[in-house]
Antibody, heavy 121, light 108 residues
Framework: QITLKESGPTLVKPTQTLTLTCTFS??????????VGWIRQPPGKALEWLAL???????RYSPSLKSRLTITKDTSKNQVVLTMTNMDPVDTATYYC?????????????WGQGTMVTVSS | DIQMTQSPSSLSASVGDRVTITCRAS??????LNWYQQKPGKAPKLLIY???SLQSGVPSRFSGSGSGTDFTLTISSLQPEDFATYYC??????????FGPGTKVDIK
């Protein structure tokens, strides 16, 4: 059974760097065809795709946020970390990590519960 | 970016109704189109991938069709647990893999 869980601060100040950790079980990120992505959702708004890292360490970023995002994986710890620099109140959102399968066109088939991050001074 | 639009933005329907939601891409995305269901306070759930492939465990009343720029999600007979917001997402080669704005389905 695949599970994912996001962890990180619930409150960050403007200009600070956000670090979120996705801890997963039930699969290995060294297995061919597997990825883990990050998606966010501001309160009452739609989903926004942020980044995706694959088993072979290929990394994809949203072009509009690429300068602020870094995604890394630690296969031995079953974790994926997303950092976002220069946080702003508009970055207030629920952040989700999710399991992706290349064979399913990179669709996110299993999601974490999400973690709410508020950006405020 | 590839822009995704959905119509309608919301709809009211009754249990047993046939419901169709449309998603349109700003350029051709072949069949790289996924559908998700999200209930309030919950994470999205994958329903359909590759435009028409039903995700394991998803009821057969859900179906998807389309290719190129125009896609549809159909619920053949709406059930009480289907009242939710539905999002399409393109996963073609162009980043980001954008989501549509969502369609809220509520009870008439």
């Amino acid at each position: 059974q695949i599970t994912l869980k996001e962890s990180g601060p619930t409150l960050v100040k403007p200009t600070q760097t956000l670090t979120l950790t996705c801890t997963f079980s039930g699969f290995s990120l060294s297995t061919s065809g597997v990825g883990v992505g990050w998606i966010r959702q501001p309160p009452g708004k739609a989903l926004e795709w942020l980044a995706l890292i694959y088993w072979d360490d290929d990394k994809r970023y949203s072009p509009s946020l690429k300068s602020r995002l870094t995604i890394t994986k630690d296969t031995s710890k079953n974790q994926v970390v997303l950092t976002m620099t220069n946080m702003d109140p508009v970055d207030t959102a629920t952040y989700y990590c999710a399991h992706a399968v290349v064979a399913a066109d990179d669709a996110f088939d299993i999601w974490g519960q999400g973690t709410m991050v508020t950006v405020s001074s | 970016d590839i822009q995704m639009t959905q119509s309608p933005s919301s709809l009211s329907a009754s249990v047993g109704d046939r419901v169709t939601i449309t998603c349109r891409a700003s350029q051709s995305i072949s069949s790289y189109l996924n559908w998700y269901q999200q209930k309030p306070g919950k994470a999205p759930k994958l329903l359909i991938y590759a435009a028409s492939s039903l995700q394991s465990g998803v009821p057969s009343r859900f179906s998807g069709s389309g290719s190129g720029t125009d896609f549809t999600l159909t619920i053949s007979s709406l059930q009480p647990e289907d009242f939710a917001t539905y999002y399409c997402q393109q996963s073609y080669s162009t980043l980001p893999f954008t989501f549509g704005p969502g369609t809220k389905v509520d009870i008439k």
